[in-house]
């Protein structure tokens, strides 16, 4: 992110792969923990493996004190790694449209329509969604009395992203009209780039526009 003014076509080129990785890598991270968690949910789920192949258990250890704490634990580590998932998400999307200020270097606008067009790819809002996921997870560990605890705290955070496909983790500031304005704006500008990365970008957003 601190290349947002690169002005060299090659150097700019290098920080768009890195920001694809990045956010393949995160996007990997955030299904393969939704996953986990889902297959967890399900009665007598045995990991993958065919039910003929596996020994019958004679005892549960899946209701032994020991293996319930670690289940937990689980749980909460991988609730606590969800929500930093989002927030960086969030705070990258928000960045990125903070950069396309009226006035600002052309560069720094390309480069940040370029890689808000890469986040849109991987996080494609739809028409329904919700960003405010911050409030909902706030409203569900209320509801929840289990969540006294830090285990609790992070298995509410996993079911409730779970319940909820419709939420996406990018900046509220995305599906506002003022950032299509912004982007309109960027669509009529005399950089022929600027104008294609802005045609990107919108093309990426719910049909139809916010305020439009």
């Known amino acids: 992110m601190l290349c947002l003014r690169c002005t060299g076509a090659g150097s700019r080129s290098k920080c768009l792969v890195l920001c694809d990785k990045l956010i393949t890598r995160q996007r990997a991270a955030v299904h393969a923990i939704l996953h986990r968690a889902a297959v967890a949910k399900k009665p007598?789920?045995?990991?993958?493996?065919?039910?003929?192949?596996?020994?019958?258990p004679t005892v549960n250890y899946l209701a032994t004190p020991a293996a319930s704490s670690a289940?937990?634990?689980?749980?909460?580590?991988?609730?606590?790694v969800l929500l930093r998932q989002y927030e960086f998400i969030s705070w990258m999307s928000q960045t990125l449209l903070d950069s396309l200020y009226p006035g600002g270097p052309y560069e720094r606008?390309?480069?940040?329509?370029?890689?808000l067009a890469l986040l849109l790819q991987h996080w494609t809002p739809?028409?329904?969604?919700?960003?405010?996921y911050q409030s909902i997870l706030t409203q569900a560990a209320a509801n929840d009395s289990s969540t006294s605890s830090s285990s609790g705290s992070g298995s509410v955070c996993v079911d409730v992203l779970l319940?909820?496909?419709?939420?996406?983790?990018?900046?509220?500031?995305?599906?506002?009209?003022?950032?299509?304005?912004?982007?309109?704006?960027?669509?009529?500008?005399?950089?022929?780039?600027?104008?294609?990365?802005?045609a990107r970008v919108l093309e990426l957003l719910p049909s139809p526009l916010p305020g439009i």
Do not use: N
């Open 109 to 115: 606008k390309y480069f940040s329509l370029e890689v």
């Open 44 to 56: 007598g789920a045995t990991g993958g493996a065919h039910p003929g192949s596996l020994p019958k």
């Open 126 to 132: 739809a028409a329904d969604c919700t960003t405010d």
């Open 163 to 198: 319940r909820r496909p419709d939420v996406v983790p990018l900046a509220a500031a995305v599906l506002q009209p003022s950032s299509v304005q912004v982007l309109l704006g960027c669509l009529v500008d005399t950089w022929d780039k600027l104008r294609m990365a802005a």
């Open 71 to 80: 289940a937990a634990a689980g749980a909460a580590t991988d609730g606590a």
